[in-house]
């Protein structure tokens, strides 16, 4: 079911790229992830701009918006150490339309937090 070496280095026998297959072929892993996407969504839709900066439901969003961030971040790393990053195949994670949607929200959302954990404002 592998196929090349992911990142030039994980053949289709390494340990770590097997057990990540298997997480990413349980058939919750996409259920999962959908329920994250809505739950991400709601919290989206409640960051009003008027919502009070110093209020216990902007410090719970914010944290949430990380939490989000880093599962999201944590589904990109493992579809591109199974399916190798762009040049391993036509499966590869990055020719996939969906996937370069996600990695480019992924590495927003990382670049926001990064700001935003540095005392910068990204509201």
Known sequence: MLEGHSFGVLGPENWLRETLLHILQHRHFENVILVLILLSSL??????????????????????????????????????LVKGFVINGPDSYLRNPWNILDFLIVIIGVVMMAVSLGGGDVR
Not at 56 to 78: G, P, Q, R, S, T
């Open 43 to 80: 919290t989206l839709a409640l960051q009003m701009p008027n919502l009070d900066r110093n209020g216990m439901l902007y410090k719970v969003l914010d944290v949430m918006d990380m939490v989000f961030v880093v599962l999201f971040a944590l589904e990109a790393v493992i579809k591109a």
